[in-house]
């Protein structure tokens, strides 16, 4: 019994705790023994919270379960600000924060009866897409101990693939939700920017950064995002934008849907499993009853120059704020206020978020300025333009997720363009600030995950909720589950 | 386009960061091979388009200029690894 009970959806696991199958107690007892036996081979989590978890287990059944999220065992990407409870940004330079207030993300989870089961690895302050930056060392992928879970969100693909929590929540700013769930096999959504209130979560590129979950089935991903979406007074990039209940758009059928398949995606580099399985993918969308149709979007081979000069950019801003001073790591034996920044900021950082922070110095310098962060910000306003016109002709747009699948752990690290590459599908929903949902959609000859994605215009979610759901519903893909014994 | 290391070490000067001899080296390689890279922005035609800072049409925010309590100051303060003193955070002489 208690090795079935991990293996639930949120939607089953609600069903059993309300006909008092079994416990919210007994079912996070369930996950916490499961990390304790396997985390240690993942390495997804950096801070476990059993007295927690136990206390708000005991809470919600004591409560009842009036929302799906009741006593449902959660994971939370370690920048998000949880009060009293360690959150590092996995940096030295915040290794022993505690930060004292939750992000608004995770009240809204609290107040549906969620439970926190720990904190998960992500790379350094979440610039990275394979979760080898964190100074706790890296996720490994479920399915290949030697390769990556992606990243940044490495630890929260893993620990909801390996069924080492319900769901979790991570950061998609460039990619950091949809590629780790394409490499790691399970649902990741890049919500439209503003959809999810991000006060509390540690910054990386204010204009970007987005938070979202990670579910075992598109069902149980729409049902967290009832949860955290919405307007926040304390988030004023947050509109008055309606939320509707995203479980009422899951259908079985897709007519009277047109996907778009975005030519220009297929060219960058895409191994030919991948796309292979996302063209299978697409047909199984045509059976449902979907018209297809192609689209093009040049400037997408301008998509990661464009990224990484606007992120690297706001980057340098919001690390500025690491002086030693106001909280975390300060440097001993400094003797002049100077020394103090520099001494701090240099034994705090990992190598990628110096680099980020340099970049983005030069690039806004003056007399750099204009040749590199406006032009950028331009080319982001025509590729926001090209995507309102391809949404003209079309409700969602299909695509690969990660032109490949899970890499050899060390096998980018010393190359950051390629490192940066490995996100040339998933920058533009970032710039552009569309939803993304990445699904499982088939394994390689080596058995890695393959991961389809799912774009639809900004605050239509439930479009690509539709779509994966009837994919989803029609396919085997998301039953199947790592050995990791 | 190639970073000097002097330039290197002047970006790293302006970004409060301290870098030894090789990293320095090791980051003049990359730092320059990611901007070359992204010359490639040059190839788009931006004449007369706006820059964009922010992408879903967000309006200012108004709050009503009203006292409230606000009661964090300890527990922010408790986060220091600097002195406190006077409800304030001490620091190091500037000189």
């Given at each position: 019994m208690t090795k079935n009970l991990t293996t639930l959806t949120i939607a089953e696991t609600h069903a059993g705790l309300k006909k008092k199958e079994f416990s919210s107690v007994e079912l996070t007892k369930a996950y916490l023994d499961r990390i304790k036996t396997l985390?240690?081979?993942?390495?997804?989590?950096v801070t476990v919270t059993p007295e927690v978890a136990l206390e708000q287990a005991k809470e919600a059944d004591k409560k009842?379960?009036?929302?799906?999220?009741?006593?449902i065992p959660m994971a939370l990407k370690d920048i998000v600000c949880t009060a009293g409870i360690r959150t590092t940004a996995c940096s030295k330079i915040l290794e022993n924060f505690v930060p004292p207030y939750n992000a608004h993300v995770y009240d809204r989870l609290l107040k549906a009866g969620a439970v926190l089961l720990g904190k998960s690895n992500t790379d350094q302050f979440a610039?990275?897409?394979?979760?080898?930056?964190?100074c706790f060392g890296v996720t490994k992928n479920?399915?290949?101990?030697?390769?990556v879970s992606g990243g940044s969100s490495g630890g929260p693909a893993a620990s909801v693939a390996a069924d080492l929590a319900a769901f979790s929540i991570g950061t998609d700013t460039g990619g950091s939700i949809r590629q780790p769930a394409s490499l790691c096999s399970c649902v990741g959504l890049k919500v439209t920017?503003?959809?999810?209130?991000?006060?509390g979560v540690i910054a990386y590129a204010s204009s970007l950064d987005s938070i979202g979950p990670f579910g075992k089935t598109v069902e149980d991903v729409a049902l967290v995002l009832n949860a955290i979406a919405g307007k926040s007074e304390?988030?004023?990039?947050?509109?008055?934008a309606p939320v509707p209940d995203?479980?009422?758009?899951?259908?079985k059928d897709l007519k009277g849907m047109t996907v778009g398949i975005p030519k220009e995606y297929f060219e960058q580099g895409v191994d030919k499993e991948t796309d292979k399985a996302v063209r299978d993918g697409i047909e199984v969308m045509r059976k449902l009853g979907a018209k297809v149709v192609e689209v093009s979007l040049p400037l997408t081979k301008y998509a990661i120059p464009t990224y990484y000069l606007i992120v690297k950019s706001e980057a340098s801003t919001n690390m500025a704020?690491?002086?030693?001073?106001?909280?975390g790591l300060t440097a001993k034996d400094a003797k002049e206020l100077a020394e103090i920044y520099v001494k701090t900021r240099s034994e705090g950082f990992g190598d990628e978020v110096k680099r980020a922070i340099m970049i983005g110095t030069y690039t806004l310098s003056a007399g750099y300025i204009d040749a590199f962060y406006l032009k950028a910000a331009k080319v982001r306003t025509l590729m926001k333009k090209e995507y309102e016109e391809a949404f003209e002709k079309c409700d969602v747009l299909v695509a690969?997720?990660?032109?490949?699948t899970a890499f050899k752990?060390?096998?980018?690290?010393?190359?950051p363009l390629a490192m940066y590459a490995a996100d040339t599908l998933t920058v533009p929903a970032g710039i552009v600030g569309l939803p993304g949902l990445s699904i499982p959609a088939g394994f390689d000859k080596k058995g890695l995950p393959i991961g389809m994605q799912i774009m639809a215009n900004q605050f239509h979610e439930e479009k690509a909720l539709h779509v994966g759901y009837a994919f989803e519903q029609a396919?085997?893909?998301?039953k199947m589950k790592p050995d990791l014994n | 386009m190639k970073l000097s290391h002097d330039e290197v070490r002047k970006i790293a000067k302006l970004a409060r960061l301290g870098l030894t001899d090789a990293e320095v080296a090791k980051f003049s390689v990359q730092l320059s091979d990611i901007l070359s890279h992204a010359k490639?922005?040059?190839?788009?035609?931006?004449?007369?388009v706006e820059p964009a800072?922010?992408?879903?049409g967000l309006k200012s925010v108004i709050f009503k200029d009203k006292v409230v309590v606000c009661d964090h100051s300890e527990k922010l303060l408790e986060q220091t690894p600097q002195q406190v003193q006077d409800n304030l955070i001490k620091v190091k002489n500037v000189f």
């Open positions: 985390d240690k081979k993942l390495n997804s989590y009842g379960f009036a929302s799906p999220l009741s006593g610039m990275g897409s394979s979760s080898e930056t964190s479920p399915w290949d101990l030697t390769r920017y503003g959809r999810v209130p991000r006060q304390r988030d004023s990039t947050t509109p008055d995203y479980s009422k758009s899951l259908k704020r690491y002086d030693g001073i106001k909280y690969p997720t990660s032109p490949f752990i060390g096998e980018k690290m010393d190359d396919t085997e893909w998301h | 490639m922005l040059e190839e788009v035609n931006t004449d007369n800072s922010q992408i879903t």
